[in-house]
């Protein structure tokens, strides 16, 4: 474990030296994890996605569906889990997954996981119940569940902050730190209290990575706000190599085929897509998709099917009435809930959980006429974006993260390389048209400086220039770009990448 170091500054230049974040060998953790989430992506059988849905067969087809989408060969190697999964505590304290979603228990869905050379990622709370479901929190059982989750093989944790009363982050997130390091398993820690203790402070030396924001949905006033958010960061806390701010899930691509995340449905343009990768990429976030990333169907129900359903066991307060609260769909071979009512029920003489929370109408598989398939399947914009090559390399950096060249000022954004080369972004959060140019000499006068090397840019420096979404290399440039007078015209709410190598 590496404690970070102080800044260095002179009175002639400031410049964020070669440190070094909380680091334990985690797989795949020392760059911004590259991965995917079930937040939005799964649902019972060949059902649409539900909001923080999970089980042992949708978990494995999506593992899956991950290796055959193509995000394995792009770098992708994180599968995580979010509020969906702890079904409660058995005698002695210990967690275990929801028993009728996973019949065969947590270990048997990690170690499939692993077996396609993946990281597998739980999610915990630091409250006494998590933030969906009251399922439980880790409050109080830190020790315990650390052990449970390294004795499963759990590579990545995320400990939420709902129901946390009376607890303080900077205190109690180094109870979970220290527990999941004393069981010998190296573990990923991915803090997620919002930003509101300003972690980039204190994460540093207890996790590989901090939540600096509330949660983000698919739309373009989430998006600006989370990148308003991150340039809000003080320069000297953005970025040590194996820690990162966490500008939360990449939403990229989705629409009505994915679960709404918080009850907002997806609604961003291509462009406004694009622009979200390109940010989160240059400010060295992690780069975890949440979105469905396979189709499922069944054979439909016999001809003059007729469904059947009757409640066993009610787990709501709400009261729940056949027709009025719960019941089923005779072309599906589904049921569904609605007005709160969740329980356990008999629906066409298979034993069915229905146990969902949340408002609005909730669809459940039981019984079918036949085996769900699924197939892996990401759209073309989603292929576009995710498998851009050139801007993952950006964001797999161990060098402090990217900002803007000017602070507050969101227009040029830029990220220097181990390589040497400067990754840079024109990003335009506006509602009309912007012409923006980069002089290199502006560069140079970034405070702090990112790193040492960023003063020999200049207004004599010459680099070659690549163009990151449309994948092109251009001729040479000096002193800035483009050269002369001439400006990029960037159209709103978009992102231009490019990459600057130094020839001199």
Same mark, same amino acid.
């Given at each position: ?68 989408? %193509? ?31 996973? /019949? ?67 205190? @109690? ?21 919002? %930003? ?89 976030? /992690?780069?975890?998709?949440? @979105? ?10 016999? /001809? ?170 251009? @001729?040479?440039?000096?002193? %800035? ?10 159209? /709103? ?12």
């Amino acid at each position: 474990m590496y404690k970070s170091l102080a800044v260095v500054c002179a009175f002639t230049a400031c410049v964020v030296p070669g440190v070094y974040a909380y680091d334990n060998n985690a797989p795949f953790s020392r760059t911004p994890p590259l991965g995917w989430s079930s937040w939005v992506a799964l649902g019972p059988g060949a059902e649409h996605p539900i909001f923080d849905f999970c089980d042992e067969a949708g978990v494995k087809a999506a593992a899956d569906a991950f290796m055959e989408s %193509g995000l394995y060969e792009h770098g992708y190697r994180h599968f995580h889990l979010d509020d969906c999964w702890a079904g409660g505590r058995n005698a002695s304290g210990y967690l275990y997954g929801e028993l009728d979603h996973f /019949p065969n228990g947590m270990k048997s869905v990690v170690d499939y996981v692993h077996s396609k050379g993946l990281a597998f990622g739980l999610y915990t709370c630091g409250g006494t119940y998590t933030c969906v479901g009251k399922r439980p929190g880790s409050r109080d059982h830190w020790v315990q569940d650390a052990e449970v989750f390294a004795e499963w093989g759990v590579d990545w944790v995320k400990m939420d902050w709902c129901n946390s009363q009376g607890e303080d982050p900077v205190q @109690t997130y180094p109870l979970m730190s220290k527990a999941m390091n004393q069981t010998g398993r190296a573990m990923h820690f991915n803090m997620c209290e919002w %930003g509101d203790a300003d972690p980039w402070k204190w994460g540093p030396d207890i996790a590989q990575s901090w939540r600096m924001s509330r949660d983000h949905t698919g739309t373009w006033d989430s998006t600006m706000k989370q990148i308003r958010s991150t340039m809000a960061i003080p320069a000297i806390y953005s970025g040590k190599a194996y820690g990162w701010n966490d500008m939360d899930m990449l939403e990229t691509g989705n629409y009505a085929q994915a679960a709404h995340a918080n009850g907002k449905e997806g609604t961003m343009t291509a462009i406004e897509y694009k622009t979200e990768f390109s940010i989160w990429a240059i400010a060295a976030s /992690p780069l975890v998709v949440t @979105t469905p990333i396979m189709n499922c169907s069944s054979p439909p129900p016999p /001809p003059g099917f007729r469904c059947n359903v009757t409640l066993v066991k009610k787990s709501s307060i709400a009261s729940c009435t056949a027709g009025a609260s719960f019941g089923c769909y005779d072309d599906n071979a589904s049921m569904w809930t609605d007005n709160g009512c969740r329980g356990t029920f008999d629906c066409n003489g298979q034993n069915t959980s229905c146990d969902v929370d949340g408002l609005g109408r909730h669809v459940c598989a039981c019984a079918s006429g036949g085996p769900v398939t699924c197939k892996a399947a990401l759209t073309d914009l989603q292929k576009e974006i995710l498998f851009n090559d050139d801007i993952i390399a950006i964001n797999q950096d161990v060098t402090p993260q990217g900002r803007p060249i000017v602070t507050g000022n969101s227009t040029v954004w830029a990220r220097f390389l181990s390589d040497d080369s400067v990754a840079v972004a024109f990003y335009n959060e506006n509602n009309f048209t912007a012409n923006i140019r980069l002089d290199f000499s502006a560069l140079a006068q970034m405070v702090p400086l990112p790193v040492p090397s960023a003063a020999s840019w200049s207004a004599t420096t010459t680099a070659t220039v690549r163009d990151l979404w449309a994948h092109t290399d251009g @001729t040479a440039v000096t002193g %800035g770009y483009p050269e002369g007078d001439a400006t990029v015209a960037v159209q /709103p709410h978009e992102t231009k990448m490019f990459r600057f190598t130094k020839t001199n």
